[in-house]
T-cell receptor, first 113, second 110 residues
Framework: DADVTQTPRNRITKTGKRIMLECSQTKGHDRMYWYRQDPGLGLRLIYYSFDVKDINKGEISDGYSVSRQAQAKFSLSLESAIPNQTALYFC????????????FGEGSRLTVL | GENVEQHPSTLSVQEGDSAVIKCTYSDSASNYFPWYKQELGKGPQLIIDIRSNVGEKKDQRIAVTLNKTAKHFSLHITETQPEDSAVYFCASDSWGKLQFGAGTQVVVTP
């Protein structure tokens, strides 16, 4: 089984719909992240959490919200999806104690029509 | 905030040749510089990293060099093989978070 699991892997939705992307990890890490990948723009940080009670905005948080339900679970929500949120979304985790290796899930491809 | 620029955006190399990808960063306080490889349909995976107290690090066919004065670092892949075809991302740390470059699509042709 994967260490970082994202669901759904693919989703097509319509403008204005609410969407939730879920992430769970079995690595026991405290730090979790949501990134967005667009061609030519690399990976951009949406939100991150350093422990269960900690939520921080990244560089592109507008239009998104997150919930850290437990150490192992971190979900990303789009309250009212718009077409320019069509992208590949990645959840990642890292261990506590400074910058270290990020472990990524396999991605959730979201298409907003 | 931190800005990481990565070049080239695409790189086609003949199998057996070397590939070099270059990145520059803006935050002089950055101390950690990882490289990630993303294969088709998968999430990025760390392949090598370097911290600011060293200038070069090597792991088999891949190596990374760092010039802190000039604020740039590079990934070198020698004797490229078809399985090296992927997207490569450089990154630098900024306040405990990674800032990624835009990525380089590497294609190794037989």
């Amino acid at each position: 089984d994967a260490d970082v699991t994202q669901t759904p892997r693919n989703r097509i939705t319509k403008t204005g719909k609410r969407i939730m992307l879920e992430c769970s990890q079995t690595k026991g890490h405290d730090r979790m992240y949501w990134y967005r990948q667009d061609p030519g723009l690399g990976l951009r940080l949406i939100y991150y959490s350093f422990d269960v009670k900690d939520i921080n905005k990244g560089e592109i948080s507008d239009g998104y919200s997150v919930s850290r339900q437990a150490q192992a679970k971190f979900s990303l929500s789009l309250e009212s999806a718009i077409p320019n949120q069509t992208a590949l979304y990645f959840c990642a985790t890292s261990g506590q104690g400074g910058t270290g290796e990020l472990f990524f899930g396999e991605g959730s491809r979201l298409t907003v029509l | 905030g931190e800005n990481v620029e990565q070049h080239p955006s695409t790189l086609s190399v003949q199998e057996g040749d070397s590939a070099v990808i270059k990145c520059t960063y803006s935050d002089s306080a950055s101390n950690y510089f990882p490289w990630y490889k993303q294969e088709l349909g998968k999430g990025p995976q760390l392949i090598i990293d370097i911290r600011s107290n060293v200038g070069e690090k090597k792991d088999q066919r891949i190596a990374v060099t760092l010039n802190k004065t000039a604020k740039h670092f590079s990934l070198h892949i020698t004797e490229t093989q078809p399985e090296d075809s992927a997207v490569y991302f450089c990154a630098s740390d900024s306040w405990g978070k990674l800032q990624f470059g835009a990525g380089t699509q590497v294609v190794v042709t037989p």
